[in-house]
Structure formats: structure tokens, C-alpha cells
């Protein structure tokens, strides 16, 4: 679906994201969502908590899962995805502490399997994910997975690509500060969600966009997988869909 703007497809986003949680209020069931870090979600999660202030639209009823974490990171580091999703999301709305899982960027490194595997099992646990939220990095990476990752894969701990880093290092000050891995879910754990959205804005991204739509289905862009689940929709902006 291809938007004039950012603003309009990020509206869309968050409206569907909102009907889906009413929904399952009004049938008394929890609603999982799979979240997303990154500049292309922002405006999404401040129009769900627009409506969370001026609709009552309430996320008591919400369990979330965010896609990834960079590794090691500190909780409250202001570049971790910890810090972004309160500042951005949880700290404005009523969902419970209990219900916000994010990975752990401070699990020590003999941990760490365990660690992913219980993430795994706990998403499992809550009924697998209805909605999952996705952006997309240059690389073709979904989450941090990056290219080489494997079709049936598991929340892991995993090396950033040079450009995933390049990316990242304003954020961080110098590439030197940009931490070598991450954990995040894998694409076997995306592709089992219910429904996904993938959005991507602006020109940058077009390029990757293009590959991902109309490009062969391969490790090297994983973001291709999506091609073979049966409930995706990619949400653009004009500038990103201008290759297709
Ligand atoms: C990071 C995140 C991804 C995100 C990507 C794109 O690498 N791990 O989940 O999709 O950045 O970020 P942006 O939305 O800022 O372009």
C-alpha cells in the first residue's frame, strides 16, 4: 500500500494496530504485539498514544514483544531499544510492567542461549504473536536479522552487518560506539506471526524495498522471506516505493 506521506501510512498503521487491540478487548483476549525499533515507527506509536489519551483506547490488554536489542546494552542507555520504546511508547500508555518484554541486552555471554530460548518459548506462551511491526535496514534486515540468516531461525545473538553499524553510528557518536552484535527475534519467529506490516520511508530505502518486493527470495535479503508469508503488507511512502 503506497502512501502520499509517512504521516498518512503511519496513521493507517496505527489505526489498524488500534482496531485489533478493541477487538480482542471486546472478546476479553489478550492482544500480542510484536514492536519495532528505528525512526520508521515513531509516528506510529505517537498516534497510538494520541489515542490512548484522547480516545481511552487502553492497552491493558496488550503483551508486547520488541523485535531486538543491541548487545551488550545497558536498560538505560539512552541508544537502547529499552530507553526508545519507554520513551516513545511505555511511559505514555496503561499497559502493565509485566507485559512489556523486550530482550535483554545485559544477560551475561554464558546466558545468553538460554536466555533467547526462553524469549522463544515465552512469546509461544502468550498465544504467538497476532501483529508484528516491521521496518526494514538497508542490508534487507528484518529485526537485526541480518543477510546469511537462515529461514527457520530462532531468537539469537547475531554479528550487525558494516552497514547496519554505519547506520547506526550517529545515533551513537562514532562508529567506534556502535556495539558489534545485537539479540532479536528470528525470521522463523517473525514469520510465524498471525500478520505482519512492514513500512519503509523516504528514498533511502527504496532501493532495498525494490529487492525485497521483486527480488528473488534468498539468505542474502532476508526481508525476502516475508514474500512467503500469507498476511503481509508493506506500508510506503511514495519516495520508497518509486523503484517498483
Ligand atoms: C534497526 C532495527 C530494525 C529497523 C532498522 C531500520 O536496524 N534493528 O528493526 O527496522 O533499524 O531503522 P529505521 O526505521 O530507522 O530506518
Not at 55 to 61: A, D, M, R, V, W
Not at 93 to 99: E, G, L, Q, W, Y
Not at 140 to 151: A, C, D, Q, R, V
Given at each position: 500500500v503506497i502512501f502520499d506521506d509517512s504521516k498518512e501510512g503511519s496513521l493507517h498503521v496505527a489505526m489498524e494496530i488500534a482496531t485489533l487491540i478493541r477487538e480482542k478487548a471486546d472478546k476479553g483476549q489478550t492482544c500480542v504485539l510484536g514492536l519495532a525499533t528505528g525512526s520508521s515507527p515513531i509516528r506510529v506509536y505517537e498516534e497510538l498514544v494520541r489515542m490512548h489519551k484522547d480516545?481511552?483506547?487502553?492497552?491493558?490488554?496488550v503483551v508486547t514483544f520488541n523485535l531486538d536489542e543491541y548487545y551488550?546494552?545497558?536498560?538505560?542507555?539512552?541508544?537502547?531499544y529499552h530507553y526508545f520504546m519507554h520513551q516513545h511508547l511505555f511511559d505514555h500508555?496503561?499497559?502493565?510492567?509485566?507485559?512489556v518484554n523486550i530482550p535483554d541486552g545485559t544477560v551475561s555471554a554464558d546466558d545468553l542461549q538460554d536466555y533467547c530460548k526462553d524469549y522463544e518459548r515465552q512469546i509461544e506462551a502468550a498465544g504467538g504473536l497476532d501483529f508484528q511491526l516491521l521496518g526494514i535496514g538497508r542490508?534487507?534486515?528484518?529485526?537485526?536479522?541480518?543477510?546469511?540468516?537462515?529461514?527457520?531461525?530462532?531468537?539469537r545473538d547475531i554479528t550487525l552487518d558494516h552497514i547496519t553499524r554505519v547506520d547506526a553510528a550517529p545515533a551513537f557518536k562514532g562508529l567506534e560506539n556502535v556495539p558489534r552484535k545485537a539479540i532479536t527475534m528470528g525470521i522463523g519467529t517473525i514469520r510465524k506471526a498471525k500478520r505482519i506490516v512492514l513500512m519503509a520511508w523516504g528514498q533511502n530505502k527504496s532501493e532495498i524495498v525494490k529487492e525485497t518486493v521483486e527480488g528473488e527470495i534468498s539468505s542474502e535479503v532476508p526481508a525476502t522471506y516475508l514474500q512467503e508469508h500469507s498476511n503481509t503488507t508493506f506500508v510506503l511512502d511514495k519516495e520508497a516505493a518509486q523503484n517498483l
Open positions: 480516545e481511552g483506547l487502553s492497552f491493558k490488554n551488550p546494552m545497558e536498560r538505560n542507555n539512552i541508544q537502547s500508555v496503561d499497559i502493565p510492567a509485566a507485559n542490508t534487507g534486515h528484518i529485526g537485526f536479522n541480518e543477510p546469511g540468516s537462515h529461514f527457520n531461525s530462532a531468537t
